[in-house]
């Protein structure tokens, strides 16, 4: 016997309960796996809005700090030197 897959309303309502409590689920490959992850979230406390949105914010400044600083990594090998006496080793 095959399992179910899960039904549509069950991943709609997934979605929102995960949105509600400001966690995430693992997308289910059966319409049981569905129910349990249902039931979980349903138990957990719901987040507040500021909540969430201090979640948003720290997500938003991680990511545009990830891009800021990680455009290109630099090794060892290339920097001579120390503080303000660190120069390119190598010329371009």
């Known amino acids: 016997m095959t399992p179910k897959s899960p039904t549509s309303r069950q991943v709609t309502y997934l979605k929102a309960l995960a949105n509600r409590t400001g966690q995430t689920f693992t997308y289910p ?24 949105a201090m979640e948003r914010f720290d997500l938003a400044a991680e990511n545009a700090a990830r891009e800021a600083n990680c455009d290109a990594t630099i090794r060892p090998d290339e920097i001579a030197g120390w503080g303000g006496n660190a120069h390119w080793s190598q010329g371009s």
Not at 30 to 47: C, D, G, M, P
């Open 29 to 52: 490959k059966t319409s049981v796996q569905a129910s349990r992850e249902i039931r979980r979230l349903k138990s957990s406390r719901a987040s507040s809005a500021s909540e969430l």
